[in-house]
């Protein structure tokens, strides 16, 4: 018998306020396997977000009302208590939020946090404290930097101290919604391939939340688009942007520019072709 997907979405709808409400989320099948990259593109207002943020169980902390089915390694999210999707969080499945000041307590160290959700996690505070730091030198941090406020690190940083966590957990599916899309572009370059990094380690799936069709081309092995709450396209990436079928996505190659011009490469290629060991260039710079 094959291994159910690590993410299989049915016939999910997601709504806000009263009911009949229209669901701004219709997703029929969406389906990640182990070390899966999917790419969610999307105009804005697209449902990209939402799409994410309910794989996590965390919409419903917005009063959306969400029908069907989500499995995550054959277990059913829909419905979950919630004290039982918060252990999911972290070591299962982990968000890297488009904000991800939002992600850390602004009156806390963000090595607390990290400590703690590893803590929760079964490390003891000897094993916490190992993989804290290895994890933070993966990403091109150090111990140090544990011991700063979220606002004394920059946007980037704190997106790389969110991956440490993720890498130190071994998540098996990480959602990240725009996590480039503050940074400049050498640090965006180190955040994806920190990603790819991650998939390679650990066998990491991702989402990939991006307005971006350029860097989700480079960047994924499907790109999915969702329009309207739909998704219209969910094909490999290549074939996606070589051919697309529906003309709204037409309409989204068209506006980003960087596609018209040289073949894009990047981490999911590196990957395909056994070639995972590059670091992003430098070291404890600041993203
Ligand atoms: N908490 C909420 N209450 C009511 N409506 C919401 C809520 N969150 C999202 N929506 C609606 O759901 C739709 C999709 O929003 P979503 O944030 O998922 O879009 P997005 O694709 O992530 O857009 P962007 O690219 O701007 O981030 C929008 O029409 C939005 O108004
Ligand atoms: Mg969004």
């Known amino acids: 018998m094959t291994a159910p997907p690590l993410l299989h979405l049915r016939d999910v709808r997601v709504s806000f306020g009263h009911e009949p409400a229209e669901p701004v989320l219709h997703i029929g099948e969406l389906v990640l396997r182990r070390g899966d990259f999917l790419g969610i593109a999307g105009e804005s207002g697209a449902g990209k977000t939402t799409a994410g943020l309910t794989v996590l169980g965390l919409t419903r902390h917005a009063g959306a009302r969400v029908t069907g089915s989500i499995r995550l390694a054959g277990e059913e999210l829909v419905g979950m208590p919630e004290r039982r999707l918060r252990r999911l969080r972290g070591a299962t499945m982990a968000l890297i939020p488009q904000n991800p000041a939002a992600a850390f307590s602004p009156v806390l160290p963000v090595g ?9 996690h079964g490390c003891t505070r000897a094993e916490a404290r190992l993989r804290a730091a290895t994890g933070l030198k993966g990403v091109g941090l150090h111990e140090g930097h544990l011991s700063r406020y979220p606002h004394q690190l920059s946007g980037g940083q704190l997106q790389r101290v969110a991956i440490a966590l993720a890498s130190a957990l071994s998540t098996r599916l990480l959602v990240a919604d725009e996590p480039t899309s ?38 994924c092995d499907r790109i999915a688009v969702l329009h309207r709450g739909q998704v219209i396209e969910d094909r490999p990436a290549a074939d996606l942007v070589a051919a697309p079928r529906a003309e709204h996505t037409r309409r989204l190659l068209a506006a980003a520019p960087r596609l018209g011009g040289p073949a894009v490469s990047g981490p999911a290629e590196e990957y395909r072709e056994g070639r995972n060991d590059r670091r992003g260039e430098g070291t404890a710079g600041d993203a």
């Open 112 to 120: 607390t946090t990290v400590l703690r959700a590893l803590r929760l």
């Open 182 to 219: 503050s940074l400049d572009v050498t640090a965006q370059a180190r955040i994806c391939a920190l990603l790819a990094e991650l998939r390679a380690a650990h066998g990491t799936a991702v989402l990939f939340i991006s307005h971006d069709l350029a860097l989700l081309a480079g960047l």
